[in-house]
């Protein structure tokens, strides 16, 4: 599976923007980008997901480059409860992880910390 | 709440026994997926279950074993339990056809003594 690479932490302040990076350097043209976050003490909740074009959803807003080598996620305000471990991950779709076979394979993520 | 359901919420157990999690989907989701979560490992994809089949497999031990039922709920045997087997274990399901999008169930929370 191809990697992701996201800083450890990241610190941010309540109403404002956040935009959390993630490199992938060695994406193929297969691979999807999703987003998870991991509240404390729950189990992951998905965010978004996109695969060439940027995306928007009621949570928040995915950001591709062009080369695809690297994507930005974005909260447009954050607050406190956006307060969690957020993982950016490649689904790879080539055969056998296509069709109905789906594995996610998480990094460290970031660790986002917002203050009021 | 997700809609996902995982029992027991915690588990304490000695090195040697066996313990089954269980995992009930959302309603109308087909596939379930377990995954581990360690402080070591991160978390780690185990395997996956489409409408009673196993459909992909990550780094899961050889005595730990899934299955998924008619009616779709799914259990994860755990056997020969070692120290380095407690960890959260998660649930999670999706509909057949939005694999991308995957729902977690609160985990249970393993404890080998």
């Known amino acids: 599976d191809a990697k992701t690479t996201q800083p450890n932490s990241m610190e941010s302040n309540e109403e404002e923007p956040v935009h959390l990076p993630c490199n992938h350097s060695?994406?193929?043209?297969?691979?999807?980008i999703h987003w998870y976050r991991q509240l404390p003490s729950q189990g992951p909740e998905y965010v978004i997901h996109?695969?060439?074009s940027n995306v928007n959803n009621r949570m928040a807003s995915l950001a591709i480059a062009e080369d695809r080598k690297s994507s930005t996620l974005i909260l447009h305000r954050a607050t406190l409860r956006d307060a969690a471990v957020y993982y950016c991950i490649l689904r790879d779709t080539r055969p056998p992880n296509t069709g109905t076979a789906s594995k996610l394979t998480f990094g460290t993520g970031t660790r986002l910390q917002v203050t009021l | 709440d997700s809609g996902v359901t995982q029992t027991p919420k915690h588990l304490i157990t000695a090195t040697g026994q066996r313990v089954t999690l269980r995992c009930s989907p959302r309603s109308g989701d087909l596939s379930v997926y377990w995954y581990q979560q360690s402080l070591d490992q991160g978390l780690q994809f185990l395997i996956q279950?489409?409408?009673?089949?196993?459909?992909a497999k990550g780094n899961i031990l050889e005595r730990f074993s899934a299955q998924q039922f008619p009616d779709l709920h799914s259990e994860l045997n755990l056997s020969s339990l070692e120290l380095g087997d407690s960890a959260l274990y998660f649930c999670a399901s999706s509909v057949g056809q939005r694999a991308y999008e995957q729902y977690f169930g609160p985990g249970t929370r393993l404890t080998v003594t």
């Open positions: 279950y489409y409408n009673g089949e196993e459909r």
């Open positions: 996109g695969l060439t």
């Open positions: 060695t994406i193929s043209g297969t691979d999807y």
